[in-house]
């Protein structure tokens, strides 16, 4: 581990995601300014800053949208060992990496039904049980018994979201608040270690925000998930982070627990602007 | 009367295979939302492929028709698979992030390739074959005249109703089915969930093939000459026919080409066969302007 690395390595959780001087230009443009960063499975590890500050930027490197200028990004897997997330395409850093991202503006299959959604997500071990579809024109035993997996996995991420009652209705009628839960229990049906997730608690009443962070400590604690938090709800941030990096501008002003950002000068400077702040010190 | 019912089976024969080369034409377009001109090429190169290996076959003394048509139908349909996918590694995936303009204009030089190829490789001539399965049943004569149901024919509209049922049941039910649909809707929210795109798109364009691949096997049998033109005709028609049933639905393919093969047949013996494809797009055009999406076609509706 080099000495660039962050407090969150130390906190106990087994560190799964390294992103090592990550850099993003786009053309004259720095979204992103040598940012490393640590992330460990079993915590919620938030990534928080002003519009425009480089975050989607961010996971957009994660999952092979951007190939970053330089720098790395590494997935520690337990099975494969290191792997470098920047050099994979874009499937593999879900089917093999685990790293599974949902999106600001949802992206479900509005046309497929809510329980068709989260097969999809299951589809590699599917796939292989029915060698190509073929085993599974003629119902072979091994599809079967990997078709009732698939099903019972879906079904139990959507007793757990409470998405039992609409699982056969077409996912693109469903209200905002119930597609954010789809989206997640589709990311968690393909088993990831680590679940990135684009502002999850956007456009969701303080119920559904509050239910949103029970789940998010959940996942975290009982299914030792790494997770990966964009968010602009300090409700959410401050309550469910285990560690805070703060972006603005491209570059990690400041880093450490949701007290330490709280009272980061760096951190108000950007959010509220230099005259508030000197007010504020008066 | 007789000739009602004769027009009627002639034209589910030709609407069928219409149909056969529609559906490929739909899945396609639906995976990647754009049209492969080559398509009607590809059912040109199995004719062609059908004639060879049907001739090779007669010349080895395999007599037995069934079986000929079987082994027929197994080579053609694993040549013209893999024309289908290097059509799409040649003319559309190096163009995936190119601007939609591209890759129509590479999958219509890809057309142009294959005719000229065929052309050159096999000569313009017409390609002829000693009749497979002559004969039918007569039906019944009414009026002084007969209705014929030719054997070729029923061959042609059970296969078609089996492959058909075969193909959505592939769509709807199978892993493969939800993974192609799934490309359909949103590729990049696909790969992130771990499935290889690329090679689903691979996937469809070979299975679209061998659909033409069918469709190229019944039609050299049916009508027994085969040239390297065909290709362009049959292509735009069924274009026309996925169009009319709603472009990316399975059963509006089909549908379309029933209709365009009965407007086709009807009109030719009830009016003028000079006009019958003025009187095929003519009717596309009515259906178009008062459903723009096709009969089964579902209207996109944006959400604001």
């Known amino acids: ?34 940012l490393s960063l640590a992330v460990p499975a079993g915590k919620i590890t938030s990534i928080i800053g002003p519009n425009g500050a480089g975050k989607t930027t961010f996971f957009n490197c994660l999952t092979g949208f951007y190939k970053p200028t330089t720098g790395n990004v590494r997935m520690h897997h337990p099975q494969y060992g290191p792997l470098l997330l920047n050099q994979m395409p874009s499937y593999h850093v879900a089917r093999k990496a685990g790293v599974v991202r949902t999106f600001q503006n949802i992206r479900l299959f509005p046309n497929m039904t ?28 091994g599809y079967k ?6 099903l019972a996995k879906a079904l139990m991420w959507l007793t757990r979201l409470k998405l039992l009652d609409i699982a056969d209705t077409a996912a693109g009628n469903l209200s905002y608040g119930t597609q954010r839960r789809i989206e997640i229990a589709r990311a968690l049906c393909v088993d990831p270690l680590l679940l990135c997730l684009d502002e999850p608690a956007a456009g969701l009443n303080p119920r559904e925000s509050a239910e949103l962070n029970e789940l998010l400590l959940y996942l975290s604690r009982e299914h030792n998930k790494g997770v990966l938090l964009i968010e602009h709800d300090m409700n959410v941030v401050m309550r ?23 009272n980061d000068p760096d951190v108000i400077k950007a959010y509220l602007g230099e005259d508030e702040t000197d007010q504020e010190a008066a | 009367m007789g000739q009602f019912i004769q027009q009627l089976i002639n034209g589910l024969t030709l609407g069928a295979v219409y149909g056969l080369i529609a559906l490929g034409y739909t899945m396609v377009y639906g995976i990647i939302g754009m049209i492969n001109f080559a398509h009607g090429d590809i059912y040109m190169v199995a004719a ?36 289908g996918w290097s059509v799409e590694r040649v003319a559309y995936r190096p163009l995936r992030k190119a601007s939609r303009l591209a890759p129509l204009i590479s999958a219509i030089g890809m057309s142009i390739f294959l005719q000229n190829m065929v052309q050159l490789t096999q000569g313009a001539r017409v390609k002829p074959i000693h009749a497979m399965m002559p004969g039918g049943f007569e039906l019944f004569t009414h009026d002084g005249f007969s209705v014929h149901l030719a054997y070729t024919q029923i061959m042609i509209i059970s296969v078609t109703i089996i492959l058909l049922a075969v193909f959505s049941y592939l769509i709807t039910r199978t892993s493969f089915g939800r993974q192609q649909r799934a490309c359909e809707q949103d590729q990049t929210m696909t790969a992130l969930l771990g499935i290889n795109v690329d090679r689903t798109i691979s996937y469809t364009f070979m299975l679209g093939a061998a659909l033409a691949a069918v469709a190229g096997v019944m039609v050299t049998v049916y009508y027994g000459v085969v040239d390297f033109s065909i290709g362009f005709v049959a292509g735009i028609k069924a274009f026309t ?64």
């Open chain 2, 241 to 304: 026919a996925a169009v009319l049933g709603g472009i990316g639905s399975l059963p509006g393919a089909m549908l379309g080409g029933l209709i365009i093969g009965m407007i086709e047949s009807f009109w030719s013996a009830y009016l003028s066969p000079e006009y019958k494809d003025v009187a095929t797009f003519g009717i596309l055009i009515l259906v178009l302007m008062f459903r723009p999406s096709g009969l089964l076609g579902r209207p996109e509706v944006e959400k604001v």
């Open chain 2, 48 to 83: 062609i492929i059908a004639v060879t290996v049907l001739t090779l076959l007669g010349a080895l003394g395999i007599s037995a028709v069934p079986l000929a048509i079987l082994i027929t139908l197994a080579v053609v349909i694993f040549f013209t698979a893999i024309y």
């Open chain 1, 145 to 150: 018994s990997a078709r009732e997996a698939a």
């Open chain 1, 240 to 262: 469910v982070s285990d560690h805070i990096c703060v972006l603005n501008f491209g570059n990690k002003i400041a880093e450490g627990n949701p007290a330490q950002i709280q």
């Open chain 1, 114 to 141: 809510v329980l068709e959604n989260l097969i999809v997500a299951q589809h590699n071990a599917l796939q292989r049980a029915s060698r190509f579809s073929i085993a599974g024109l003629f119902g072979q035993a």
């Open chain 1, 1 to 34: 581990m080099s000495n660039t690395l962050t407090p969150a390595a130390n906190q106990g959780g087994k560190l799964l995601l390294e992103v090592e001087h990550l850099t993003m230009r786009f053309g004259g443009l720095t979204a992103l300014n040598d």
